[in-house]
Structures are given as C-alpha cells and as structure tokens.
C-alpha cells in the first residue's frame, strides 16, 4: 500500500515538470517521496498539485483553444463512462465491504425508507449528471474533460442552477450506493472523493474558467450557487 502512495506522488510529480531540479518545490516532493506513511503521501502530493496550479492553468487554457467533432468528443468519453459509471461503482460495491470486513466494520443495517432515500439519490444523481454532460456536449462543443473543453460559458440548463451539477450528481450517486450497501469504506470513500473534487474544482477549474471567460463568468459566479443547485429561479 506504501508502494502506491509513493506512486501517486510520482504520478504528480511527473505531471508538474517545469524546472523541477531548481525549484524549492521539487524539494518537497523528494521529501514527500521518502515518506512511509501512505494517507500522508496521497495528502501531500495533492496539496503540492495544488500548489503547482498555474501549471495546470496554462496546459487547460491550451486545450481550451481547440474544439473538437462531435464523434471525437463521444469517443473520448467512453473510457471516462466506463471509469465513473462501472470502475467507481465496483470499488463501492464489491472492494469496500470486504474491507470493511478487514477492518472489523459491520455493515450498517438500515429499513425500508432509508434504502428508498439511496435509491432516490442515485436517481437524482444520475439525472444530473448525464443532464450536464448533454448539456456541455451538445450546447458547449465540448465535454466534461479538460482536454476537450467547452467552447462556451455554459449558463443554461443545470448550469442555471448550481455552477457544478454534474459534481452534484456524480456525488450523489455514489452516495446513494453506499447508503444501499451500508458500507462505512464506501461512504468514507465518497467522502473524500467529494473532498477532493471539490478542492480541484475550487483551485484549479474556477481559476480556469475565470481566466477565459474574464468578467462573464465572475458574474455568473456570484448569482449562481456553487454546488447545490437552486431549483427555484429567484424572481426577476
């Protein structure tokens, strides 16, 4: 387990390669490097992502400038359906009760109306998901991947109510699966994935979107909530 965390770092380490030899940062990712504590080298290195922002802002601003066919855009997005909608899944269903298993967890026991609560979470999750993902296909000549980014400030539909629909429903489903499995890993699991989404989003993607869409997007940043959405439009 050791073994991939460290890998981890690597991965990001790789990832942020600019000068890296004269830089104080680099330092701290060698550090981080030698560490034998798992939790602590995944923590480190994504703060350290983090940290390397602007890198990640250039290469997204680039990518930005190049709009994709439509067969392109449908291709690059199985790989990614086949990641959230059954790798994801998976690891909540079969890998986490059987460390819950190891770790001395017993599955939650819960009735009728709280197994409905779960089923209605993945529902409305999956609603908003694949709602925001159409959205940004078909309206934005884009997709939900930075490499194929939309081509326009997406202000309509989901994006109406809340900036991040499709983080909001991709969480709750997740979470709705774990509630139904009664397993405290995957909850905890889909703790911190949101934890962790939530910080890119707030990091790196608005940073993004504000340096492209300048004044139109910080507008739209501060009349539309950030992640829950608002079903109800406010009165003109």
């Known amino acids: 387990m050791v073994l991939w965390g ?10 942020t390669y600019v000068d890296r030899c004269r830089s104080r940062k680099a330092q701290l990712f060698e550090a981080v490097i ?41 291709l690059a997005l199985i790989p990614a359906g ?24 017993n599955p939650i026991q819960y009735g009728g109306p709280i197994l409905l609560i779960g089923g209605i979470l ?21 997709t939900p991947l930075p490499i194929m980014a939309t081509q326009k400030l997406l202000i309509s539909g989901p994006f109406r109510q809340c ?12 979470l709705g699966i774990s509630i139904i499995i009664g397993s405290i890993s995957a909850i905890a699991f889909v703790l ?4 962790l989404l939530i910080l890119y989003l707030k990091f790196v993607e608005e940073r993004e979107l504000e340096a492209r869409f300048g004044e139109e997007y910080i507008q739209y940043k501060a009349e539309t909530p950030f992640l829950i959405p608002r079903v109800f439009s406010k009165s003109s």
Not at 6 to 15: D, E, N, T
Not at 41 to 54: D, K, P, T, Y
Request: aromatic share 16%; with cysteine.
């Open 34 to 74: 030698h560490r034998k504590d798992l939790l602590l080298n995944i923590c480190s290195g994504c703060v350290l992502l983090f940290w390397e922002g602007e890198l990640l802002l250039n290469l997204f601003k680039k990518w930005a400038q190049r709009e994709y066919p439509l067969v392109q855009r449908l």
């Open 82 to 105: 086949v990641l959230f909608v059954f790798v994801f899944p998976f690891i909540l269903v079969k890998v986490a009760p059987a460390l819950d298993e190891k770790l001395g967890f």
């Open 163 to 174: 900036r991040n629909p499709m983080t909001f429903g991709t969480i709750l489903f997740y």
């Open 6 to 15: 460290k890998f981890v770092v690597l991965c990001i380490y790789s990832a």
């Open 122 to 142: 993945i529902l409305i999750g999956l609603i908003y998901a694949m709602w925001s993902i159409s959205v940004q296909i078909f309206r934005a000549s884009g």
């Open 192 to 195: 911190l994935f949101s934890c």
